[in-house]
């Protein structure tokens, strides 16, 4: 199966009339829209099963396109169901709103924002306060959410790269760990899933590029010395760096998948993974929500005093390079000079630096379905 079929779908014999039953094989991702297609000609007011016990990985993207299919469904009287999903796949049903179509039993954390319904990035876009045309050659402010504290001497040799190409004074720093951005002024910004959609949903800032390769996964840690399992653990002590998180709406997913119920957690946050994972070896919490790329950027002795109970593969957030609509005259710029930096030497150099393969551009759909999840969870 090439990259550009990665889906295939086997229709099953049904067990009665009215009912079409049909078997995924592969990904479910921004290749399977052909495949996909095949399914929009079944006959309107019947039922439909999809049986995904051959599917390996669904994505944001993949997600999105079964979203835009089931709503195409449900409007011409099409009964969905879902069975046989692994675990990720299940979880990411569940979170993204979409759970009422597994045949299983649903238990979801509870949500924050009241049930908002999810907004496509154009209608935040279009909302956006209007732009205003930044001086020529001006001095930018970048402002960026690490991933992993080794990469600052890198991104600020990006910085100096990116005043050379673009001609222009950059100004360069990091978000410290627990401090949201307020009023000030931003033009270039890294940020974390929640931290880039909170931009954009308040100030209408634009997303330009995402890491290639790269999605903010979870790991769930417990203590080395502590003997208990995660099931033991019904009324635990969870400590993250802050509520706003993918990390800790993940988190808690991950431990409802296990069979516990979070909402009878006691959440504490500590401003930064840092400080959460001192709370943690300090016995003054059971378990750590972590973003899984820091866990593993710790020393190995760090790690040795810890050990990860479960950890999840979704494939579905991402770090964002955004801009302020203020300065979208410039966006084709700074977009080319980022894609360009793995074409010479000195690029290649600064992205092993920060830890990253390269840049590219998300699509609407992976765009649209986190900010899906960033208005469930949000407050």
Known sequence: MTLADSLSINPLPASEAGLRCYELIGSVDAHSAPSLSQLRGVESNIRVKLDFVKVERVNSMGLSLLLKLFEEWEKRGIKIEVENPNRMVAMLFKITGLGRFLTSDVKLPSERGGGAQPAVVSAVRAAAKPAEAAPAGGKLNFVASLQVGAQLSG?????TYLQRRLQQPIHFEQLPAGRELGQEVVDLLFAKPFEA??????????????????????????????PRALADLPEAQAVTASQGSFVYVLGRFLCDENGLDSSRFQQHFAGNEIKALQ??????????????KTYYGLSGLTRGNTRVVDESDTQFAFHLLCIDPAIAAQKDGITQTFLNMAEDDQGRQILKDIQLEGWCVPQEGELGMLMRLYERYSE
């Open 197 to 226: 959609c909170a931009m954009m949903q308040k100030r209408g800032f634009i997303p330009l590029l995402r890491p290639v390769g790269e999605a903010d996964e979870v790991v769930i840690v417990m203590r080395a010395d502590d």
């Open 279 to 292: 709370m943690l070896l300090k016995q003054q919490a059971d378990v750590l929500f972590m973003l899984k």
């Open 155 to 159: 991104w600020y040799l990006l910085n």
